[in-house]
């Protein structure tokens, strides 16, 4: 699995429910039932042990949370989630740079400057 995290499991629980829209009033009832097995089956996914009402009650407590609605409202917004997407490299991936001068080479090979 490449994403890890929150962001994982929502794209998880959207593939898990891409086919599930429908036009017709009759067929609701049918749709509603099939959406809740498909959450209960991601809820299962996330937490295996746990019974579906506790997961229903553990998600309303965690989706009370500031930085948890925060987090949401970036993704519906398409803003940078994380440091790396704000500045299109990670840290760790950037490369230092020796500034160099002949002069003073000396005094400033201790320097070290991050792009």
Known sequence: MV????????E?????????????A??????????????EYWAHLLYPKMKFDD???RVE?????RMLKTYIEKMRLGM??????FT?????DAEPL???NDDMDSERDDRVILR
């Open 3 to 10: 994403e890890v995290g929150l962001l994982a499991e929502v």
């Open 80 to 85: 940078p989630l994380t440091d790396d997407d």
């Open 88 to 92: 299109g490299t990670s840290k760790m």
């Open 98 to 100: 020796r500034e160099h």
């Open 61 to 65: 407590t965690l989706g009370d949370r």
């Open 26 to 39: 009759s067929l609701q009832y049918e749709n509603l039932a099939d959406i809740m097995n498909k959450v």
């Open 12 to 24: 998880c629980h959207v593939l898990l429910c891409t086919n599930t829209a429908s036009d017709e």
């Open 55 to 57: 997961f229903i009650a």
